[in-house]
């Protein structure tokens, strides 16, 4: 069982900045990829970014460039650095956790077996 908690969601006003994140615990070792997700009112839930074990990322047409996917693989600290932060980014984001191979699903929530409680994300003026 792996432990999943985030934190660092907030409110920022448009092309502003926020950091985001997701300390794993437990069974650490059974991870290949993790990653983050959002949802936001209404929405299906969507992958944003994701890396694997060798540091393959992954991301979401609509915030490359504008957000980065990092991990500290000693500590197990997944985060998400968010610039240039638009209305439309506004959310609530998970982190998750998989198994296996995740490959071309490393943005498909079906492909993650172990979620964070979420962390509010809100752009507004």
């Known amino acids: 069982q792996v432990h999943l908690v985030e934190a660092g969601g907030g409110s920022v006003q448009p092309g502003g900045s926020l950091s985001l994140s997701c300390t794993a615990r437990?069974?650490?070792?059974?991870?290949?990829?993790m990653g983050w997700f959002r949802q936001a009112p209404g929405k299906e839930r969507e992958g944003v970014a994701a890396?694997?074990?060798?540091?393959?990322?992954r991301y979401a047409d609509s915030v490359k460039g504008r957000f980065t996917i990092t991990k500290d693989y000693a500590k197990n600290i997944l985060y998400l650095q968010m610039n240039s932060l638009k209305f439309e980014d506004t959310a609530m984001y998970y982190c998750a956790a998989g198994r296996g191979f995740l490959g071309w699903r490393m943005l498909r929530d079906y492909a993650y077996d172990y979620w964070g409680q979420g962390t509010q994300v809100t752009v507004s003026s």
């Open positions: 890396i694997d074990s060798d540091s393959y990322t």
């Open positions: 437990g069974n650490t070792d059974s991870m290949s990829a």
